[in-house]
């Protein structure tokens, strides 16, 4: 049964409990009556109609729908449904008739045979007055149920049901509106009154929380948490020397390490430890993570904001108050909102109030005053502007009541990739950062990382801090060990040594190193590994040159093209999927192969193109992007800018001299959106293709700015 449902059960079960007491002083008032006669009477069959309705709803109910939650309510409903029958047969036998006496007819006297009835029906009437009364305490017991960890939940999923369902809005207006027309709250002790006082409002709920979801997806924008999706999880085992002592599990059994150099190694981990754990349980600001280019910054901040341990820690130091942890990841290859101040101040504003929407009237008043107005089925469009957001996040970081009863901890990943313009740079971040901190008194909590630039470095010396690139030679030597089983025991634990130590640091490095030598070890031999592993250089720019030199001249053309198309689509709010890559062929061969008349006919005739797609970009890219739930993606967020580089871009310009990324991307997706069953995703896909190409001013084929959906 959907929540909606359950609370017209609720409405039905209160009504019929209102209507049995009425039957039962109608009964008592006929058996007091010295005549028979009552006012309550000449509406005993609009009452007895009454309850038959109720009754009828009552039956509707499919039991074997009913959740556990609402088990006990379907049980009052089952006790109240007999009741009413039994009420209904007494009120029959016992209203009053006409007199059968012609003159006490002829002068309006009624017979005296129901007060009769009513004198000898006293016991029956009594009875079901008890019933009725056990009935009420049930419903109360059920109606509590509401104020349970459960019930709060379950509202929630009353609220969720309404958000976007215009009719299910209308059917709880309606049942609500019965109900608050029937029920009178009287005979309810304090705590029932209460939750039934809240039930009887939930449409008003169901309306303000409507409005606060209107308000927040204001506030949501393109891109919104996906950098933060798309950082890979840690390898097993990775990281979690932040939280527990692993010297007992670190090998070293080919003396790879000194003793010396091990231990320092051990003891470097055990100091960022204490420091980090120490700051998160303390009433320490800042916390500043330091690292290397590809050194495991970004996973590593995934992993701390959602580790279970971070959050009990924290609330070491936020004690009774509540805490709440937001999270922002910079990247300095997407979206303008996901690399600028107007960025960060949205998001963060936006997940606190998302779970503390109570404050959305007092932090942003203007904003809810335009929201408020709105009505069940209103479509306005609100604007919020940056300035608006700017003065709400102040507000709520600044704001001492708020402060009496929550405590903040922000994680936020990548300062280095702010975007710094004329108007605000990196000493600008950094300044907003320490006044937001200076602002709460001790109630915000900033974890905060970037690469070892003298912007951070200069301003957070003084705060705890830890370097990842120092730290991370265990969970190298682990995850070479994991990812190279399949070599022979000797070989692997060489290679578990020899790249950590080569990585300097770097897990990208090693990541991309272990890669290739997967890719390899079918082909060569022992000694062939080991001598291209000398090979390579350390450092991700020599290894990216490496790779792409490697690479036969086809391949590194394909690579440059995605790297090309990467970067247009994510400019511009797209994705590359691998059913779009797997018509780069055809676009090479064709540039205009997808507005073809034949183009599904040699589509259909060329199945082989797809399912050799991920075998294509595995040969061709060198790991540098990889396949991630269909979407090709960087395996780095560091690759798009390792092609800007001096020693690469060069020969990336070159290769690419006749290849237009704008419109290569528009014949992939424009042959991916014909060769979809999904029309609402080929709408999706369409229309964003069709914004890409609006805003680069394309005046060529494909000119559609509408998808029928027709193919």
């Given at each position: 049964?959907?929540?909606?449902?359950?609370?017209?059960?609720?409405?039905?079960?209160?009504?019929?409990?209102?209507?049995?007491?009425?039957?039962?002083?109608?009964?008592?008032?006929?058996?007091?009556?010295?005549?028979?006669?009552?006012?309550?009477?000449?509406?005993?069959?609009?009452?007895?109609?009454?309850?038959?309705?109720?009754?009828?709803?009552?039956?509707?109910?499919?039991?074997?729908?009913?959740?556990?939650?609402?088990?006990?309510?379907?049980?009052?409903?089952?006790?109240?449904?007999?009741?009413?029958?039994?009420?209904?047969?007494?009120?029959?036998?016992?209203?009053?008739?006409?007199?059968?006496?012609?003159?006490?007819?002829?002068?309006?006297?009624?017979?005296?045979?129901?007060?009769?009835?009513?004198?000898?029906?006293?016991?029956?009437?009594?009875?079901?007055?008890?019933?009725?009364?056990?009935?009420?305490?049930?419903?109360?017991?059920?109606?509590?149920?509401?104020?349970?960890?459960?019930?709060?939940?379950?509202?929630?999923?009353?609220?969720?049901?309404?958000?976007?369902?215009?009719?299910?809005?209308?059917?709880?207006?309606?049942?609500?509106?019965?109900?608050?027309?029937?029920?009178?709250?009287?005979?309810?002790?304090?705590?029932?009154?209460?939750?039934?006082?809240?039930?009887?409002?939930?449409?008003?709920?169901?309306?303000?929380?409507?409005?606060?979801?209107?308000?927040?997806?204001?506030?949501?924008?393109?891109?919104?948490?996906?950098?933060?999706?798309?950082?890979?999880?840690?390898?097993?085992?990775?990281?979690?020397?932040?939280?527990?002592?692993?010297?007992?599990?670190?090998?070293?059994?080919?003396?790879?390490?000194?003793?010396?150099?091990?231990?320092?190694?051990?003891?470097?981990?055990?100091?960022s430890r204490e420091e980090f754990l120490g700051w998160l349980a303390s009433p320490g600001c800042?916390?500043?993570?330091?690292?290397?280019?590809?050194?495991?910054?970004?996973?590593?901040?995934?992993?701390?904001?959602?580790?279970?341990?971070?959050?009990?820690?924290?609330?070491?130091?936020?004690?009774?108050?509540?805490?709440?942890?937001?999270?922002?990841?910079?990247?300095?290859?997407?979206?303008?909102?996901?690399?600028?101040?107007?960025?960060?101040?949205?998001?963060?504003?936006y997940d606190i109030l998302k779970r503390r929407p109570d404050l959305i009237p007092e932090t942003?008043?203007?904003?809810?005053?335009?929201?408020?107005?709105?009505?069940?089925?209103?479509?306005?469009?609100?604007?919020?502007?940056?300035?608006?957001?700017?003065?709400?996040?102040?507000?709520?970081?600044?704001?001492?009541?708020?402060?009496?009863?929550?405590?903040?901890?922000?994680?936020?990943?990548?300062?280095?990739?702010?975007?710094?313009?004329?108007?605000?740079?990196?000493?600008?971040?950094?300044?907003?950062?320490?006044?937001?901190?200076?602002?709460?008194?001790?109630?915000?909590?900033?974890?905060?990382?970037?690469?070892?630039?003298?912007?951070?470095?200069?301003?957070?010396?003084?705060?705890?801090?830890?370097?990842?690139?120092?730290?991370?030679?265990?969970?190298?030597?682990?995850?070479?060990?994991?990812?190279?089983?399949?070599?022979?025991?000797?070989?692997?634990?060489?290679?578990?040594?020899?790249?950590?130590?080569?990585?300097?640091?770097?897990?990208?490095?090693?990541?991309?190193?272990?890669?290739?030598?997967?890719?390899?070890?079918?082909?060569?031999?022992?000694?062939?590994?080991?001598?291209?592993?000398?090979?390579?250089?350390?450092?991700?720019?020599?290894?990216?040159?490496?790779?792409?030199?490697?690479?036969?001249?086809?391949?590194?053309?394909?690579?440059?093209?995605?790297?090309?198309?990467?970067?247009?689509?994510?400019?511009?709010?797209?994705?590359?999927?691998?059913?779009?890559?797997?018509f780069l062929e055809e676009y090479e061969k064709d540039k205009e192969f997808s507005t073809r008349?034949?183009?599904?006919?040699?589509?259909?005739?060329?199945?082989?193109?797809?399912?050799?797609?991920?075998?294509?970009?595995?040969?061709?890219?060198?790991?540098?992007?990889?396949?991630?739930?269909?979407?090709?993606?960087?395996?780095?967020?560091?690759?798009?800018?390792?092609?800007?580089?001096?020693?690469?871009?060069?020969?990336?310009?070159?290769?690419?001299?006749?290849?237009?990324?704008?419109?290569?991307?528009?014949?992939?997706?424009?042959?991916?959106?014909?060769?979809?069953?999904?029309?609402?995703?080929?709408?999706?896909?369409?229309?964003?293709?069709?914004?890409?190409?609006?805003?680069?001013?394309?005046?060529?084929?494909?000119?559609?700015?509408?998808?029928?959906?027709?193919?």
């Amino acid at each position: 049964m959907d929540p909606i449902t359950a609370v017209g059960l609720a409405a039905s079960v209160i009504a019929i409990v209102q209507a049995g007491f009425k039957v039962i002083k109608t009964a008592k008032e006929i058996r007091d009556s010295s005549t028979g006669s009552t006012k309550e009477n000449e509406n005993r069959r609009t009452i007895g109609q009454g309850m038959n309705a109720i009754a009828y709803r009552l039956s509707s109910q499919d039991a074997m729908q009913v959740p556990p939650e609402q088990q006990s309510l379907i049980n009052v409903a089952g006790k109240c449904q007999g009741i009413s029958k039994r009420l209904l047969d007494l009120l029959d036998q016992i209203s009053v008739t006409e007199s059968g006496i012609p003159i006490f007819r002829k002068w309006g006297i009624p017979s005296l045979r129901g007060t009769a009835k009513a004198i000898l029906k006293q016991g029956d009437i009594e009875a079901l007055e008890k019933e009725l009364v056990a009935c009420r305490a049930e419903l109360i017991a059920s109606l509590l149920e509401f104020s349970r960890a459960e019930a709060t939940e379950y509202f929630e999923r009353i609220l969720s049901q309404v958000q976007n369902d215009a009719g299910k809005l209308d059917e709880l207006r309606t049942t609500m509106n019965r109900l608050r027309g029937g029920v009178m709250i009287e005979g309810f002790d304090e705590e029932g009154a209460k939750q039934l006082r809240r039930l009887m409002n939930v449409d008003q709920e169901a309306l303000l929380y409507v409005q606060k979801e209107r308000l927040l997806k204001r506030l949501e924008f393109e891109g919104m948490g996906k950098r933060s999706s798309e950082i890979h999880r840690p390898h097993a085992a990775t990281f979690e020397w932040i939280f527990e002592d692993n010297s007992t599990s670190v090998a070293n059994s080919d003396g790879a390490l000194s003793e010396w150099e091990m231990q320092r190694k051990l003891e470097m981990q055990r100091k960022s430890r204490e420091e980090f754990l120490g700051w998160l349980a303390s009433p320490g600001c800042i916390f500043h993570i330091s690292g290397k280019l590809g050194s495991g910054k970004s996973t590593l901040m995934k992993f701390l904001s959602s580790h279970e341990r971070t959050k009990a820690e924290a609330e070491k130091w936020a004690g009774d108050k509540q805490l709440t942890i937001a999270t922002f990841f910079f990247w300095r290859h997407g979206l303008n909102l996901q690399n600028s101040l107007q960025g960060l101040r949205r998001s963060l504003l936006y997940d606190i109030l998302k779970r503390r929407p109570d404050l959305i009237p007092e932090t942003m008043p203007e904003t809810w005053g335009e929201v408020s107005k709105t009505t069940w089925h209103t479509q306005t469009k609100i604007e919020i502007s940056p300035e608006s957001i700017e003065a709400a996040l102040q507000k709520v970081l600044s704001n001492r009541l708020l402060y009496e009863n929550h405590r903040f901890c922000f994680f936020i990943d990548g300062l280095d990739e702010h975007l710094s313009t004329n108007h605000e740079d990196h000493q600008d971040l950094v300044a907003l950062l320490r006044g937001w901190t200076k602002a709460s008194d001790g109630n915000l909590k900033l974890c905060v990382s970037s690469r070892e630039e003298n912007d951070f470095m200069t301003a957070y010396s003084g705060d705890p801090s830890l370097r990842l690139h120092d730290l991370t030679w265990f969970d190298m030597r682990e995850f070479v060990l994991r990812r190279l089983k399949d070599l022979a025991d000797e070989l692997r634990l060489e290679f578990a040594d020899t790249i950590p130590t080569k990585a300097e640091g770097i897990f990208f490095w090693t990541s991309l190193v272990v890669c290739i030598i997967r890719n390899q070890a079918s082909t060569k031999n022992k000694e062939q590994l080991r001598q291209h592993l000398k090979d390579l250089e350390p450092g991700l720019k020599e290894l990216f040159k490496q790779i792409l030199e490697g690479l036969t001249v086809n391949d590194r053309r394909t690579t440059y093209q995605l790297i090309a198309l990467l970067k247009t689509a994510k400019a511009n709010n797209l994705e590359v999927s691998m059913l779009a890559f797997s018509f780069l062929e055809e676009y090479e061969k064709d540039k205009e192969f997808s507005t073809r008349e034949d183009f599904l006919t040699v589509a259909k005739d060329k199945p082989r193109a797809y399912s050799e797609a991920p075998q294509r970009l595995r040969a061709a890219c060198g790991g540098l992007v990889e396949l991630k739930w269909e979407i090709l993606e960087y395996t780095h967020r560091s690759v798009p800018e390792m092609f800007d580089e001096e020693n690469i871009r060069p020969g990336m310009e070159k290769a690419l001299k006749d290849f237009n990324a704008i419109d290569a991307l528009s014949h992939l997706i424009f042959a991916q959106v014909q060769s979809m069953d999904d029309t609402r995703g080929a709408r999706r896909l369409w229309t964003g293709l069709a914004s890409m190409r609006l805003e680069n001013k394309v005046d060529k084929a494909p000119y559609h700015t509408h998808y029928s959906g027709n193919r």
